[in-house]
T-cell receptor, first 113, second 118 residues
Framework: GNSVTQMEGPVTLSEEAFLTINCTYT??????LFWYVQYPGEGLQLLLK?????DKGSNKGFEATYRKETTSFHLEKGSVQVSDSAVYFC????????????FGRGTSLIVHP | GAVVSQHPSRVICKSGTSVKIECRSL??????MFWYRQFPKQSLMLMAT?????????EQGVEKDKFLINHASLTLSTLTVTSAHPEDSSFYIC??????????????FGAGTRLSVL
């Protein structure tokens, strides 16, 4: 079956530091890949997505590239802000004809001033 | 952008009572909505897939008589937690797919409902 593995958190950084949150997946076919962000006490918001190999999704300074050869979709940001503190979920869907997403466990990011 | 409204955002109830949570797509039509449960510091667990005009499809281990789902229109799905008990306390999140943009394969999430059963 499908699965998404994320690095365990929390990830604690100082403001303006470089961020990487690793995500690898197992799936059949060619799924779409997503990063969602959840701020405290809120639901999930789509942060970015990529639908095919070598696609780069980007939004609000965050980027992730769909790497089929390594089955990865790592999230990066060059300079984090305190307001980026949240939980980040990697997800996939569209594998094997199913649109129901599979989520990773989430990675908590804490950014200190 | 597509907006999903979930209500209430927080509810506290006594053990044995039933609680209804609403999920509405405000500016699009959703033939399919999803209900998730999220435990503290954990990922989302899919409970059921709600299809407009038909019975919901429940995931293994989810009691359909406990968690009643109704998807009566293209913009509204409800989750009723019947005879709630403290172990049902959790964060419940709904999501919806835009009927007219299925190819984008994007889910739009509600803000979640924090249920606390005393």
């Amino acid at each position: 079956g499908n699965s998404v593995t994320q690095m365990e958190g929390p990830v604690t950084l100082s403001e303006e530091a470089f961020l990487t949150i690793n995500c690898t997946y197992t799936a059949t076919g060619y799924p779409s890949l997503f990063w969602y962000v959840q701020y405290p006490g809120e639901g999930l918001q789509l942060l970015l997505k990529a639908t095919k190999a070598d696609d780069k999704g980007s939004n609000k300074g965050f980027e992730a590239t769909y790497r089929k050869e390594t089955t990865s979709f790592h999230l990066e940001k060059g300079s984090v802000q305190v307001s980026d503190s949240a939980v980040y979920f990697c997800a996939l869907s569209g594998s094997g004809g199913s649109y129901i997403p599979t989520f990773g466990r989430g990675t908590s990011l804490i950014v200190h001033p | 952008g597509a907006v999903v409204s979930q209500h209430p955002s927080r509810v506290i109830c006594k053990s044995g009572t039933s609680v209804k949570i609403e999920c509405r797509s405000l500016d699009f039509q959703a033939t399919t909505m999803f209900w998730y449960r999220q435990f503290p510091k954990q990922s989302l667990m899919l409970m059921a897939t709600s299809n407009e005009g038909s019975k919901a499809t429940y995931e293994q281990g989810v009691e359909k008589d406990k968690f009643l789902i109704n998807h009566a229109s293209l913009t509204l799905s409800t989750l009723t937690v019947t005879s709630a008990h403290p172990e049902d306390s959790s964060f419940y999140i709904c999501s919806a797919r835009d009927r007219d943009r299925l190819a984008k394969n994007i889910q739009y999430f509600g803000a979640g409902t924090r249920l606390s059963v005393l």
